[in-house]
């Protein structure tokens, strides 16, 4: 086989390769769609273990860099996420179109000087509540709105 052969064959996989890569969906975030839950797991390197409910399941999904847990309603929507670890999980990740959101409110409490306190955001069509220190953070986020019957906010850990 000639070098331009080899040169074409591995520009095929190159381009198989882009192809493959573009089309894994985006992963499940907050108010997004279940089905890409996998990436989640693929992405934090970690197991995933499903809790069913009554109206929804939980995903959980245990990595090095922490715990996530993605709540799904019976209609195949993420509801609600929560997390705990030693760092932060990729917020823009799990916030999906409500990273914005998420984004503008730390920014407001860190330019109030309020030091290390929780960020805490009660917003009609969202709820936040994120905090902690080095090798210790925590919280959740969900959509208030559409909470199964029977689930607390309290629940969501």
Not at 18 to 30: G, Y
Not at 70 to 86: K, L, M, R
Not at 134 to 140: D, E, I, P, V, W
């Amino acid at each position: 086989m000639s070098k331009g052969q080899m040169g074409m064959i591995q520009c095929g996989f190159l381009v198989v390769a882009l192809i493959l890569a573009t089309a894994f969906p985006a992963r499940a975030a907050l108010g997004g769609d279940a089905s890409t839950i996998q990436a989640d797991q693929i992405h934090m390197q970690g197991t995933r273990r499903i809790i069913p409910a009554d109206s929804y399941t939980v995903h959980e999904i245990q990595a090095a860099t922490g715990t996530l847990r993605e709540y799904i309603s019976s209609q195949g929507i993420v509801f609600a996420v929560a997390w705990h670890g030693p760092w932060l999980p990729d917020m823009r990740q799990i916030m999906g179109s409500y990273f914005e959101q998420y984004s503008q409110a730390a920014e407001s409490h860190h330019t109030a000087r309020l030091g290390r306190r929780p960020v805490m955001v009660e917003q009609p069509g969202l709820v936040i509540q994120s905090g902690g220190h080095l090798r210790s953070f925590a919280g959740k986020a969900y959509i208030p709105d559409m909470l199964p019957t029977g689930l607390r906010a309290e629940d969501i850990q």
